[in-house]
């Protein structure tokens, strides 16, 4: 798909760069992308995958627009409140950049999304936004199955965390082997301890950039944890463990 004089205006501060120019561009157009949760990350997420200008965004979210909602969640209006997510951010993203496509799905991630047939021919990555453990354990197994990058982040009161694996490249080192695939353990979450709204926008961030550097070939840190102390305005990075017992990415007996 090439450029068209609109997106040489729209993206020409990436093309004046050697390292994207027209080539990466294109590459960033023809990409799809899934975003799952339209929370604090989502919306930061989304305004620069779509301001980017990849070619095919799809967003997951059953919620409704809240009050208690609007403290961090930057695409949404007070006027938003009771309406759906992803209807909402569809209009702003489209408002922003009428030359990508989003499509929505107003309802949780499942099986059928992630399992079915447009996983395996659509997307280019997939981006855990959600706050939910038995979510991101589903997203990150399928990922893995499929061969499909995966950013993953969270957040909560003044610090947030962000993985991302490269399935494509690596088969060893997953989600799971931070936190056990069976653990029932309840996640805390800022809709339980609080959460600073900048925070989250400083995660989504990253996760959007994380993105761009897995579509344009930059990306080298599988499985290497970021933990940011927005307190203290420093950032911690280690390097997970491979589980080898991982009922996800551990060896098989086949």
């Not at 922003?96 to 949780?108: K, P």
């Not at 354990?137 to 009161?157: F, W």
């Not at 420093?234 to 463990?241: E, F, G, I, N, R």
Request: some cysteine.
């Amino acid at each position: 798909m090439s450029l068209n004089d609109d997106d040489f205006m729209r993206y020409s501060r990436h093309l004046l760069m050697d390292d994207i120019g027209e080539a990466g561009q294109e590459k960033l157009t023809q990409a799809k992308v899934l975003i799952v949760g339209l929370g604090g990350l989502g919306c930061p997420v989304a305004l620069y995958l779509a301001a980017a200008g990849v070619g095919q965004i799809d967003l997951c979210d059953p919620d409704r627009v809240d009050k208690t909602n609007l403290q961090r969640q930057i695409l949404y209006r007070t006027e938003d409140c009771g309406e759906l997510k992803v209807g909402c951010a569809r209009d702003r993203l489209h408002a922003l950049n009428s030359g990508i496509t989003i499509n929505v799905l107003a309802r949780e991630v499942d099986v059928d999304i992630l399992n079915g047939p447009t996983l395996t021919e659509a997307y280019t990555a997939v981006v855990d936004c959600t706050d939910n453990l038995a979510a991101r354990q589903l997203i990150n197994k399928t990922c893995y199955e499929h061969g499909i990058p995966l950013i993953s982040a969270a957040a909560v009161g003044w610090e947030g965390q962000l993985v991302a694996f490269d399935f494509r490249r690596y088969r060893q080192s997953c989600f799971s082997c931070i936190i056990d695939y069976k653990s029932t353990e309840p996640m805390m979450n800022c809709s339980n301890f609080g959460v600073v709204g900048p925070v989250l926008g400083v995660m989504g961030s990253l996760q959007s950039i994380t993105v761009m550097r897995m579509l344009l070939g930059f990306f080298e840190q599988h499985g290497e944890l970021q933990r940011y102390d927005g307190k203290r305005g420093q950032w911690l990075t280690m390097q997970c463990a491979i589980d080898a017992s991982c009922p996800i990415c551990g060896p098989t007996d086949s």
